[in-house]
């Protein structure tokens, strides 16, 4: 199932898998033996570099993260059966401490309506212990990547200047659970869980950093955008649906079905929180989505929205040039 997709992060969740038989220690992918641990910085500063990041090592090792989960929860419920292993739980405690951050520092009274202020002094916390709460995740014998993984989890939550958050921060999140991938913290079992666990419980976590402090959205296309904040959710979501007995793209715009199924698929998780947030009809708040609801099949919804991920967050510069490259996630070009 995995060799699908050739990238090295697939490759070693595969190789991974065919050595289940021995013990924990044994069967972590091998780092490279020349990798040299180093804070991620940004690389891509005008147009032209994106050609730089479309060759990279960095962006084979993304992409293959990304489909070689979209194949993994393929026609999978989130209340499925799946094992947690101690790195699952150790990262759903670190986005729970996260979560008590917030409600420790509640919003200001401030003439703006967006963007409140109490988010710097959130942000704040995460930046002072975000190395300590990933050391926590990333095994004894590869501590020295702690520092270069932490950056991704302080990129992954918004931009404390701008109290903004966009598909730049989704990204710097999957390449953070990239990286922990990359030095054996999680590995082949925890597919499921990566996504129905982890990613689930960070979205949460999100959607309540932009309640409490009315985050503008980065880069937002408006009304022509897929949506004001995430993308992922809608890729993995629309996989979990493919071959769904009675569930149509048509009926995601209906409430009656998004209410009762929202538990159990992703996407309708995000178009819940969508009716929550925005008022009108949906044609009208969530055109793009409106769109892809005309579209007959689940599998044309996934393979339509991978393309647009590519085209609208991963091609753009404006998303990009936030993007950090450290030696997990390299500027290098992919060897040939």
Not at 15 to 38: A, I
Not at 154 to 177: C, M, P, Q, W
Not at 218 to 229: I, M
């Amino acid at each position: 199932m995995l060799s699908i997709h050739t990238s090295p992060v697939a490759t070693t969740m595969a190789e991974t898998e065919q050595q289940s038989g021995s013990s924990p220690e044994d069967d972590k992918p091998p780092l490279p033996v020349d990798l040299n641990f180093m804070v991620p910085k940004k690389e891509i500063s005008m147009v032209p570099d994106m050609g730089k990041w479309k060759r990279s090592q960095a962006y084979a090792d993304y992409m293959g993260f990304v489909l070689t989960l979209n194949e993994g929860v393929k026609g999978k419920k989130l209340t499925c059966e799946y094992t947690v292993s101690e790195a699952v739980a150790k990262l759903l405690s670190v986005l729970d401490t996260m979560d008590r951050w917030i409600d420790e520092t509640p919003p200001v009274d401030q003439p703006s309506r967006f963007g409140n202020k109490a988010y710097r002094l959130w942000y704040a916390k995460l930046d002072q212990e975000a190395e300590a709460l990933v050391a926590t995740v990333v095994p004894s014998d590869c501590s020295a990547a702690v520092p270069e993984i932490a950056v991704y989890l302080k990129e992954a939550v918004g931009n404390s200047t701008r109290i903004d958050y966009g598909t730049g921060h989704e990204a710097a999140f999957a390449a953070f659970l990239c990286c922990l991938c990359k030095v054996g913290a999680l590995r082949v079992d925890d597919q499921l869980s990566i996504v129905f666990k982890v990613f689930d419980k960070y979205l949460i976590v999100m959607r309540k950093l932009q309640k409490t402090y009315r985050m503008e959205p980065a880069g937002s296309q408006g009304v022509w955008g897929l949506d004001d904040f995430q993308f992922l959710p809608f890729i993995w979501g629309s996989s979990q649906l493919i071959d769904h007995a009675t569930l149509e793209p048509r009926h995601f715009v209906d409430e009656k079905a998004v209410n009762e199924h929202h538990s159990e698929y992703m996407f309708l998780e995000c178009i819940k929180f969508i009716n929550e947030m925005k008022t009108g009809p949906f044609a009208e708040h969530s055109n793009q989505l409106w769109n892809i609801s005309a579209v007959p099949t689940w599998s044309k919804v996934n393979q339509g929205l991978i393309r647009m991920y590519k085209a609208e967050c991963l091609e753009k510069f404006p998303v990009i040039q936030h993007f950090k490259f450290g030696s997990l996630l390299s500027i290098q070009p992919v060897k040939p």
